[in-house]
């Protein structure tokens, strides 16, 4: 029986998160430093899938801070923790579409990256954001920009956000958000912080 649940990255596909090629469109070292993530913060990383990225994070906030690696699928974090023995900077926390438990104010930034457009409601999502957030707290929120080629990486352009949408969906949420920037040859990256 299938496990995939409608809309979401499709579980069968998780060793695509972590192909090697996926390094020279994804630079973990390169989106984490643009990210702003530094020693001592307190990190919730929303829907990080098999970690890609979380261990970079983790390097980043050690050796007093933590990240909060939240998915809405159970066996992705259990792929996350797997992949290595040694991990007690990082809390995997399965969540809800809207709803993750974390209380208000816990966070001190938000990593949210190809997660977005996978969302049922963006809005509701975003606001969930907002409310794990410290005042002052940033989001940084990576996408997809539409496909110019079909070859590429990454979900088709009916699913993808335009770079203008988010923007405006995070400033919706209650966020400054700051220009849209390119990261990589297929991603916008958006950094807010929470008014
Ligand atoms: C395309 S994968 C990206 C994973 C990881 N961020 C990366 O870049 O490698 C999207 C992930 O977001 C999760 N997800 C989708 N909607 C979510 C939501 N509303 N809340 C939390 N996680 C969500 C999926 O389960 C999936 O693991």
Redesign the pocket.
């Known amino acids: 029986m299938s496990t995939h649940v409608a809309g979401?990255?499709n579980l069968e596909n998780a060793p695509r998160?972590d192909s090697k090629e996926r390094i020279n469109w994804n630079n973990p070292v390169e989106i984490v430093d643009a990210s702003g993530i530094g020693v001592g913060l307190r990190v919730a990383e929303?829907?990080?899938?098999?970690g890609?990225?979380t261990f970079e994070i983790e390097k980043r906030v050690r050796p007093r801070g933590m990240v909060y690696a939240?998915?809405?699928?159970p066996a992705?974090l259990q792929i996350l923790r797997a992949k290595r023995e040694n991990w007690e900077r990082i809390l995997t926390l399965p969540?809800g579409?809207?709803e993750f438990e974390l209380d208000s104010e816990e966070v001190d930034l938000v990593f949210h990256?190809?997660?977005l457009h996978?969302?049922a409601e963006p809005e509701a999502?975003l606001r969930e954001v907002h409310r794990v957030l410290k005042a002052g707290g940033s989001l940084a929120l990576l996408e997809w920009h539409w496909a110019s080629e079909e070859s590429q990486p990454g979900p088709p352009n009916t699913q993808r956000l335009e770079p203008d949408e988010t923007h405006r969906l995070i400033e919706a949420a209650g966020f400054e958000a700051e220009p849209v920037r390119d990261v990589g040859p297929f991603h916008y990256l958006i950094k807010a912080t929470k008014k």
Do not use: P, R
């Not at 929303?46 to 098999?50: H, S």
């Not at 939240?70 to 699928?73: E, G, N, P, S």
């Open positions: 979401k990255f998160l929303i829907g990080c899938g098999t890609w990225f939240l998915d809405m699928q992705m969540c579409e809207n990256a190809n997660v996978e969302c999502h």
